[in-house]
């Protein structure tokens, strides 16, 4: 049985698809992008702002499933250009401690949803 999980704490989703499905105890995330979920604009300051932005609509995300980033078991991070991995990577660890760190990938892309810099989706499991 399958649990949809919205929150008006992320962006609403500009397609047919939800913010989260919980299946279970595991949660799968749809990628999320720097909309502001407030005003749906985007975050593009500089990757770093673009970044962040995107963290914290997962961590909302997670807080409506009733889990943190603890609960991550992988993440799949899709970047339109390699040479922003660094920046890109060093918000994301901040959110993450070392030895608890999730399973990931990350993919340099041609393009992404409203040409932004950088999407990640995640697994969780409670």
Do not use: C
Not at 17 to 27: I, P, R
Not at 63 to 84: G, L, Q, R, Y
Not at 86 to 109: C, H, L, S
């Amino acid at each position: 049985m399958k649990k949809i999980i919205t929150t008006t704490k992320a962006p609403a989703p500009i397609g047919p698809y939800n913010q989260a499905v919980l299946s279970g105890n595991t949660l799968y995330t749809s990628g999320q992008i720097a909309l502001h979920p407030e005003t749906g604009e985007l975050v593009m300051d500089d990757i770093k702002t673009e970044t962040k932005q995107v963290m914290e609509n997962i961590k909302a995300v997670l807080e409506a499933a009733d889990m943190t980033f603890e609960n991550v078991i992988k993440t799949s991070i899709f970047i339109s250009d390699m040479h922003n991995f660094a920046q890109i990577n060093e918000v994301y660890g901040m959110y993450f401690k070392d030895d608890t760190a999730p399973a990931r990938e990350t993919v340099e892309v041609a393009n992404l949803p409203k040409f932004v810099n950088v999407e990640i989706s995640l697994i969780a499991v409670k």
